[in-house]
T-cell receptor
Framework: DTGVSQDPRHKITKRGQNVTFRCDPI?????LYWYRQTLGQGPEFLTY????????KSRLLSDRFSAERPKGSFSTLEIQRTEQGDSAMYLC?????????????FGPGTRLTVT | SQKIEQNSEALNIQEGKTATLTCNYT??????LQWYRQDPGRGPVFLLL?????KEKRKERLKVTFDTTLKQSLFHITASQPADSATYLC????????FGQGTELSVKP
């Protein structure tokens, strides 16, 4: 399967714990995005990378969230000191940015539940 | 702030009819609008992208329009089938995407 993969698919954690999610994009894609989605809403942008550079981070994102993309391949999203409001589906997407193509390919998501 | 709005009410139609979904944007002039399909518990799947200088785009039974005067995009599924039942998301942008809340479509046999 050459699509975007995410790990884990589900995570249950207690409030105050740290969690880390991993995303493996489509191998030739140079952009990688993180979104968060809650029930009944569309995905909300968190951050994105072009190769290994983090180019934008949402102003809504607290300092408890950090993302990395070492060597421009896989990416990790860490949430420190989780809160119940962090419960959501975390989606990763990748794309190959050319002059014409900007569609994004999404992974299956990681569902986070904070108890 | 930039806003993308879709009909939040579910759309129920009969098999074989054309489904039309609406996407409106405010405080924004996107160069691209994109439409995605999302099934429960899964990530969105790309369907179509339309540029601001394109009035209409088609792909098989799908058609998208982009009206920069009305600040609106319409998404049509012709000859709808029960397998088309899903949530359809409108998104603005070419890189970072701003999504609407999605419209749930249910096609009854």
């Amino acid at each position: 399967d050459t699509g975007v993969s995410q790990d884990p698919r589900h995570k249950i954690t207690k409030r105050g714990q740290n969690v880390t999610f991993r995303c493996d994009p489509i191998s030739e894609h140079n952009r990688l995005y993180w979104y968060r989605q809650t029930l009944g809403q569309g995905p909300e942008f968190l951050t994105y990378f072009q190769n290994e550079a983090q180019l934008e981070k949402s102003r809504l994102l607290s300092d408890r969230f950090s993302a990395e993309r070492p060597k421009g391949s896989f990416s990790t999203l860490e949430i420190q000191r989780t809160e119940q409001g962090d419960s959501a589906m975390y989606l990763c997407a990748s794309s190959l940015v050319t002059a014409r193509a900007h569609e994004q390919y999404f992974g299956p998501g990681t569902r986070l539940t904070v108890t | 702030s930039q806003k993308i709005e879709q009909n939040s009410e579910a759309l129920n139609i009969q098999e074989g009819k054309t489904a039309t979904l609406t996407c409106n944007y405010t405080n924004y002039s996107p160069a691209y609008l994109q439409w995605y399909r999302q099934d429960p518990g899964r990530g969105p799947v790309f369907l179509l992208l339309i540029r601001e200088n394109e009035k209409e785009k088609r792909k098989e039974r799908l058609k998208v329009t982009f009206d920069t005067t009305l600040k609106q995009s319409l998404f049509h599924i012709t000859a709808s089938q029960p397998a088309d039942s899903a949530t359809y998301l409108c998104a603005a942008g070419g890189g970072k995407l701003i999504f609407g809340q999605g419209t749930e479509l249910s096609v009854k046999p």
